[in-house]
């Protein structure tokens, strides 16, 4: 689910609550209209050769671009060509969840506003018993009352749910090395969707999560692409996400190992927190990096010792706390409207979380750009939040904020996270030649 004040939020806290595997199930009439809807023909493009494939093989990446923002837009989406011919779907990029799907004219019982006309669906269901259907109702067992199709319902922590089937449909894909490809991928076609308490109009998800059923998961078992995922979120806006390793140096990212013990998501583990560099005498903050929330996330002692902090930096300073400004929930007026981060980031000071791994640890830096925004009133408001007020308790969510101007690399294959301070505004050269 989507943690986040005023988006959705799509990732780390997505509970699958899966149809079968929960003791729900769909009315006989809802499986039957799908069944009977998709019993047409249809015209599947051709395989990729294999010379197309073994070339893959060798290394390649697929960058997308990402349009959004944290603030004032709240959101961001990646444009894919899903379809046969392939149509543009704009799809929420979320490390957090690991089914990608739209919202899909089934017919549609209720579908939420979107960019696009609704996906048609093609024929090619997902069996329940299928590797791809059993890996989305882990750690349940599907009942399988209608064995051709896999049935799935996700419900997210704002109210918000999507209830569909599991199929296959042709995605366009343009690789660094100058091959376009047209692999089959599993994603869900969502045909009952409500709408949770924050609305962006999207077609629907692209699950990047560390699971099977992941787009980036599925391309690797293809031989396309390595497992791994990354994202550059430029401070400016947009940025852009990539599948595969040949954009980046791996010995310029500061690497730490995913946590063995909390394997559902992308976590490192548990956290130090630190504060212009000195320990706030905050630990053990178990804490997950989610693309899915726009804003940071701590627990209640945490934000209790940040707030004190940042506002003890603030006493003598010529702000006010701005109680009236509704954007976040703590904000801070000055003599005069702010601009930017650049006016007022001198006053405040850079946060950290350590990670240790055995004898080695590796920091996390947030600096005030990473965890501030200036309001449309031109104040200044903290872009920290208490997740034990929006049902986190004690998880701690590291969001879009506060991974702006930063490569960060989910490497599945090694079980590593890694961040880097990039130019998020610019995609770089890879090793096969530039995009």
Not at 100 to 116: F, I, K, N
């Amino acid at each position: 689910m989507k943690i986040k004040m005023n988006r959705v939020n799509l990732g780390v806290w997505i509970w699958v609550l899966l149809v079968l595997a929960m003791g729900w199930s769909m009315t006989v009439s809802s499986a039957a209209f799908f069944e009977s809807r998709h019993r047409r023909k249809s015209m599947y493009p051709p395989p990729a050769t294999s010379s197309q494939l073994e070339f893959n093989r060798r290394g390649s990446s697929i960058v997308f671009p990402i349009h959004g923002n944290v603030y004032p837009i709240g959101s961001y989406n990646v444009t894919l060509n899903i379809g046969q011919p392939p149509r543009p779907y704009f799809l929420d990029p979320d490390t957090g969840s690991d089914l990608t799907w739209l919202q899909c004219d089934a017919p549609c019982v209720h579908c939420t506003e979107s960019p696009h006309p609704l996906y048609q669906p093609s024929n090619d269901l997902v069996a329940c018993r299928d590797p791809l259907c059993l890996a989305l109702h882990s750690p349940g067992t599907p009942r399988c009352d209608n064995p051709e199709q896999c049935d799935y319902e996700v419900e997210y922590a704002d109210g918000g749910s999507s209830l569909g089937v599991l199929l296959k449909d042709s995605f366009s894909l343009n690789f660094t090395n100058g091959v376009q490809l047209k692999p089959r991928l599993a994603l869900g076609c969502g045909y009952d969707q409500l709408p949770g308490s924050s609305r962006h109009p999207v077609d629907g998800v692209l699950g990047i999560g560390r699971g099977q059923t992941s787009v980036v998961s599925q391309l690797n078992n293809q031989g396309l692409v390595r497992n791994v995922v990354g994202h550059c979120l430029s401070g400016r806006g947009g940025g852009f996400l990539f599948f595969g390793d040949d954009l980046y140096d791996s010995s310029r990212v500061t690497w730490t190992p995913m946590s063995r013990e909390y394997t559902k998501h992308y976590s490192p583990g548990y956290a130090e927190l630190k504060f212009d560099g000195k320990s706030t005498g905050v630990k053990d903050l178990l804490t997950i990096f989610d693309s899915g929330s726009s804003y940071t996330y701590v627990n209640s002692q945490a934000y209790h010792a940040l707030t004190v902090l940042i506002k003890r930096e603030l006493s003598d300073r010529v702000f006010k706390e701005a109680p009236e400004d509704n954007t976040l929930p703590l904000c801070w007026k000055g003599k005069r409207p702010f601009k930017s981060i650049r006016d007022i980031r001198k006053y405040f000071k850079t946060i950290a979380l350590d990670f240790t791994s055995g004898r080695i640890t590796k920091t996390y830096e947030f600096p005030p750009e990473a965890y501030l925004i200036i309001s449309s009133r031109g104040n200044v408001c903290l872009g920290i939040l208490n997740g034990a007020e929006v049902g986190l308790q004690n998880s701690n969510i590291i969001g879009d904020i506060s991974m702006q101007n930063k490569m960060v690399i989910y490497d599945n294959e090694k079980q590593m996270i890694g961040w880097v301070t990039s130019n998020c505004d610019k995609v770089p050269k890879t090793r096969t030649g530039s995009i």
